[in-house]
């Protein structure tokens, strides 16, 4: 599931990606700062233009070295690529892993930066940072806060970059990926991201632009806003970490804290007293609140009602706000009701030998990554070849080809059990949205036919109710 749409309504929206926990993050936990637009997409990974019907928009971003030929401060990218690695999303991967994202960026490389990445560094480093752009879903969870634009404004900017030299100036002081953020969506809203010079001690954070925004988008009905999560894909990529301005990261981090508290006890209490009276914002509670743009506008309204007391219209707003909620992240009781479900069809599988015990759930994409290599077909599909105890075979890994001729039934239905493993037992703010879920969990009773499983938990119980896609653009 993508972007939430209503009519021709055109977006910029301000990502905020999790923390890698490399590098100088592993200080710092800052994460990265992108742009997401609904209404420009590449006419190279340079170029900007106006998208075409079909298209579902981009995201531009810089880094402190793209790694390509030449010196550019930005590229852009197809916003499925950026966010599963292929451009369509049916081909996206149900589960990530080094060589899986690998395979993607080698052929992104190939099909659209073969003009821009010709040398061995670009080639073959892991510190080209053009390879963040590719199936950034595989390796963090990020946010999404999106308001609405025109398209004199969203021409207005394409005009602007498309004129203007596109040359690295990268500076973590002054001009690192929130700053870049900053100016484009300053052009759109001015005044409306900007850095905390305080808890962030003088930089631009990327929770500084996205809570700023955040703050101006509440307090303008007008610019439609609400918030898209995109989880981290299940696998074997180390978890992403929440991003941190400076205060809240000096206040959370023990190995930080201590010694300041030792050396600077002066300064201890100001770091403290500043994040938690002006630092503090909760991204996962910001996407609670707009999960969708009538969330959010039903948000405003109840504060209206509530105003002026008008209690009776007040219960039926939240109770609407609710349901809003509720579609895209599910309610508490429909995830118990879906975790009860699929821990009688794990007691199937094991029976049946799909699994050897329940341990081996939580050891399938490990193996399979072992044991396999990962391959691209001509469709832009994704595959895994497995060799195990003499035995090979392939198996599809996007809910377009897991179930194609050739695919091994046996390991689509352990892949499919373990992705829908790891999300039941994730963190709500780590999980994916419900209708992502339940696009999965549709995948998962089909793979579990054919072994015969009983009737009983191929489907969940009837008080889980299906979620209304309607309103969403693009849906896998």
Known sequence: MLLAAAGVRADVGVILNDSLDTSVARITGSGHSA?????????????????????????????????????????????????????????????????????????????????????????????????????????????????????????????????????????????????????????????????????????????????????????????????????????????????????????????????????FPHALGVVTGSYLLTGRFNIEREFDQHATASETELGHELKVAKSDDETGIADQLAAAEAKERADVVGTPMEWKAYRESFGAMVDDAVQQ????????????????NSHGEPMIDDQGRLWMQVTEDGRTARVGLTPANIFAPGSDRTLAYQVLLADVNEVLKSPAHRRATLPEFQGTWQLLQEAAAPARVETASLHPPANLRAASLRRFRFLP
Not at 141 to 151: C, E, G, K, P
Not at 243 to 253: A, I
Request: some cysteine.
């Open 35 to 263: 742009v997401y637009f609904s209404r420009i997409c590449p006419a190279s990974p340079v170029r900007l233009r106006l998208c075409k019907p079909g298209e579902n928009g981009s995201v531009m971003s810089n880094y402190t070295t793209l790694g390509e030929d030449e010196p550019f401060e930005w590229n852009i990218v197809p916003l499925n690529v950026y966010v599963y690695g292929v451009e369509n999303a049916a081909d996206r991967p149900l589960f990530a892993s080094p060589k899986i994202k690998g395979a993607l960026e080698e052929a992104y490389r190939e099909k659209v930066l073969a003009d821009y990445c010709e040398s061995e560094k670009c080639r073959t480093s892991h510190d080209a940072e053009w390879r963040e752009m590719v199936g950034a879903e595989a390796e963090r969870t990020f946010y999404v806060l999106v308001a609405s634009t025109t398209v004199e404004e969203d021409q207005k900017l394409i005009d602007e970059f498309n004129s203007m030299p596109n040359v690295n100036h990268f500076n973590g002081m002054a001009h690192n990926c929130a700053d870049f953020t900053k100016r484009i969506i300053d052009t759109y809203f001015p005044h409306a991201a900007h850095r905390d010079f305080i808890n962030d001690f003088g930089m631009t954070s990327p929770k500084a632009v996205a809570r700023s925004f955040a703050h101006y988008a509440n307090r303008h009905p007008s610019t439609e806003y609400r918030v898209v999560h995109f989880a981290q894909l299940p696998g074997t990529i180390k978890r992403s970490s929440e991003c941190r301005s400076g205060t809240e990261q000096l206040y959370h981090s023990k190995k930080l804290l201590l010694p300041m508290a030792f050396f």
């Open 353 to 368: 030998g799909v699994l050897r015990d329940r341990d081996a759930l939580g050891h399938v994409f490990e193996r399979i």
